[in-house]
DNA sequence: AATGAATGAGACTTCATTCAT
DNA sequence: AATGAATGAAGTCTCATTCAT
């Protein structure tokens, strides 16, 4: 049982059993002992860095991978339904990685509150991310902010359902299709916009 | 201390008490204990009615109300924005009864299979439901499939995200006018491809 | 679910029931539904007739079938092997009818005073029925009561043996064969002395 | 509440109020609370040690003393008799010392393979022991081994009857002289034997 | 006579957390 | 710094028994 210089520290395997089991188990039923057995150190170990359990949520929260991803990269000017594509492919890219953690986000995100904010975080800098790519493909001023916030929200929401409640896979043998299906329904509508632009929305005020 | 012919009958006292409970506090964190003391009955009962803490979950599901809603009720021939405007207000009015039950769907669906397939089940409706409403309002075969399709599921996540997930009232302040924001823009789409329908639209081979 | 009238009345399936679980489970082990279960009653019904658990270990016990052979039955006048052959074979054909009450009363001995108390008196009645059969075919006076007395416990322990507590038929395989074995050892020890008695037996002053 | 270093050990302070109740009370009657009760030590502990409660049945009997004896320490050559007093003699010494233990064992060991395994090993040791001795006591060859396997079974009964199920002291007022007769008549009926050999005894095949 | 809802004590067990070493 | 023994609160669940009907 070797314990401390090994390649991942210690704490860092206390971490990653920790955000494995989490979210397969769920915090409450995840035993702290669990967490030390499967990072094969010692109990006491584990509260020795994380005096408490949920200090080890925190950890994890912070730990979370950055998601901004260069408008540039992705972007192809006048297409946005292609635009949309290479950013949501590279958000799938980044996102699997920490997936498991996109999904015990979801499931604790209200017993926890450092939780919940970082979810809300995590979920506003998605939405900005969207709406830079739609602008940014479209060119600036040939859309209305509305409707790019309405596209970017429920584009947001499709990419972040797909990455955290519906990540069973036998429940969702469409996936992909569908998400690309609601993408260039999407995209489609904002470009028949930028084309011939409706003033019929509704102002709602919210920038 | 008689307890079977009252108000709600003792059972029922139990449910409604374990449904309160478990959206509040999440299922692991709930103790039997707390849910007989909420429900004013003796630590017994609850085990005599659901010998497992689970069966009361199970049980939960299966009083699920029936969310169906009659098209005609809120169909506004030639207008999309309108009927799907009217259909979200009913569906509003008939889920905030069960809110935090929907609400408990989401966060336990993973661990328990039962709560999973109610809540694909419950999703699978709400697709129909607005889907039937866009068609009605359209006019039949006024419309794309897929266009339909992808409208429906963008407006049922965003539904379905309100009354569930998103149920923290301090997390959405502008929760009602988002959706709103959200359902015209949907409807905007579908109205311009009614009045000119695009063929743009890959075909994806589904249905 | 018929309750009353049926073949075997309530009260008695509710007694088999009890034997068959208590000897299988053992007393503490077997909750008093299960025994309504198995008889096919409702669960009241069990403390209707038996007001207490115990209550039912104390009606099995008093049900016990008499062991009380008649020795003019088995008895082969001068043949000493052969008496206890035959009755050993007939101890086994009445026994075994009750088999798991003999060994349910083994194992609850000494938890419980009325089932202590029945086991010591069926086994004084086996020592004495031994007895009995080996003074009827040796004769009368042609053996020491010491020597009879003590070939009755050993016989009789060994029958006992065989039907209570080594009821496992995995666990004596060769079961009858010991026994026929021990009991002609026996019969021989007997018959030898018979011909040549003793005298170098201690006297052990009892009975 | 030092609970290390104390005289035995808190594990071992454990050990023994199990054994102790569990031959007192029964297995199934002692709760894990008298355990620790008992013992002295905090009822968490009885579990941190032995996460079940059967646990603590398995440790006890894998800490069944030996009861193995040095055939050499009690024969008395040509006298089957005193060697067979001296053993039962030897026998009782040791046991008495694990008196409690013995008994649970027959009581659980219908329910607990286990205990069933480690109870039939105990017997088998047991008979092999009588044998050893009946066999170097008498001389090699002089006796036929279906009555020196008849007279170990005999005596083994005997032997474990009176220090398992039959330990109620008010039960067998005479066990001490019971066990001298049996004894006596055992040893009387192979010497007899050893001087002049019969060979009616049925052959077993076995042995 | 018969029933099954109701009761509450208490059993086993799990676990986060503390602490001496 | 690290460890694993120790602790006790609390949780789920079982069950004999009572009782109103």
Redesign the pocket.
Known sequence: MA??GDDPS?RERILLAAERLFAELGFD??????IAEVAG????????YF????DLLTALVERLPDERIEPAAVVVPGDIAESLRRLVAELDRRLSASQVLSHLLWREADTHRAVRDALRSRYDVLVNQVRTVIIAAAGAGSLALADVDSAAALLALAVSYRHSVARHAEDTPDGPDEMERELTFIADALTARAAAPRESVPSSGLD
């Open positions: 314990k401390k210690a039923a995840t035993p702290t002992s669990r150190v010692p109990k006491g170990l584990v509260h020795y005096r408490r359990k949920r």
